[in-house]
């Protein structure tokens, strides 16, 4: 497994990133409706091109698997394919974040348990609640920072 910073995203790219986004939400965010998942999909394009930092994760293959965002010390992106989760791929990024990018805080959805107790398990805390996400949907976030 590879690790590489994309700071330019062409249609390929961007069209295999799509797809570990599509298929790691469907596994994770069981609380979104297909509906909701397609809406969010629409701003994904845009989200992957304006992101400070994009680290992605390629097989030996070298297709991408897994792709985390990283703005201003903050993780605001985290998706790993299904067949690669929990693997040790997630705990990877995290580090490679924290060590090359100072990764020290996040947000996370209070509706995907799995991925706050991987958070935790990786050292973050919850310092904060919202009621709804950042476009002010229904979703609480729970923000967490490294200690």
């Known amino acids: 497994m590879k690790l590489i910073e994309v700071n330019e995203l062409n249609t390929v790219i961007l069209k295999q990133l799509f797809e570990v986004w599509d298929k790691s939400v469907r596994e994770t965010h069981l609380f979104l409706s ?5 809406n969010i999909s629409r701003y994904i394009p845009q989200a992957l091109s304006s992101i400070a930092h994009l ?3 390629f097989n030996d293959e070298n297709n991408p698997v897994a792709f985390m965002g990283i703005e201003d ?10 067949g690669y989760r929990g693997k040790g791929l997630g705990k990877q ?10 990764i020290n805080e996040l947000g996370v959805n209070e509706q995907n348990p799995q991925a706050k107790a991987f958070y935790e398990h990786m050292g973050f805390q919850v ?3 919202t ?15 490294l200690v």
């Open 34 to 38: 297909d509906s909701e998942i397609k």
């Open 55 to 57: 680290i992605v994760a």
């Open 73 to 82: 010390r903050t993780l605001e992106m985290l998706f790993i394919s299904p």
């Open 93 to 102: 990024l995290i580090h490679y974040g924290i060590e090359n990018y100072s």
């Open 127 to 129: 310092y904060k609640r």
């Open 131 to 145: 009621e709804t996400d950042e476009q002010g949907n229904p979703y609480p976030i729970l923000y967490m920072k």
